[in-house]
């Protein structure tokens, strides 16, 4: 059966029943997504059609007929995914946490394991926020320059070593501030979304703020040691890098 799916205002399709079972599991067609093939009179929520779909396996997926809510890996039971952790593909309940961070530990099978980011997909998510957070700092650079030539160092001296001293001050606030942020809210940086990794806890939960803020200064440690601290990401069985290590964090798939 050949069917279409609704992205924002575009309508995407054909696609047969194996490939929307695949972006079912991935978490791109969900319960209120709006799903279409030639037997149907009008567009539905998938969540109310799954039942009627041939092959489909919505709790594969975690998918349930109610918007918001999803199938948990573990006991197959139904919840609010605001009291669940999203870890890779799979939807755990806070009941099954353990066993599920148990699982991962002794390295067994789970539905949906996560898969992680490897040095290179990595680097170019690094690569990319330093040209985002490069492109500030050159204008800030640019401001500095129009006070120096405008005179301001010449009615006080101590102001050509002040200057400076804030504004790069100012720039090391200025990464701080859009890494933490970043990873606090969204679990990915502007870097990071363009290359589909995020940043989660090792039991697969949300970053907290403080730990993304710590993590943006202990990255500093990766670097001033040769940068070893991120090529270690290279060799590590789980993809981590000094200051993964340091702060618990896994980057894994999006």
Known sequence: MQWYYAD?????GPISDEVLQNLVNRGKIEAGTLIWNSTMTDWQAYG??????SGAMP??????GAPGESTCSECRRTFSRDDMIHYGDSWVCANCKPLFVQKLKEGMSVAGGMEYAGFWIRF?????DGIIIGIVNTVLSMALGFMMAFGVSS????LAIIIPIIMWGIQIAIAATYTTLMLGKYGATLGKMACKIKVITSDGDKVSYPRALGRHFAEFLSAIILSIGYIMAAFDDQKRSLHDRICNTRVIKA
């Open 8 to 12: 924002g205002e575009r309508q995407i």
């Open 48 to 53: 109310k059609v799954v039942g009627r779909v």
């Open 59 to 64: 709790e594969a997926a975690g998918v349930t």
């Open 124 to 128: 170019g998510a690094k690569f990319i």
């Open 155 to 158: 009615t006080d001296p101590s």
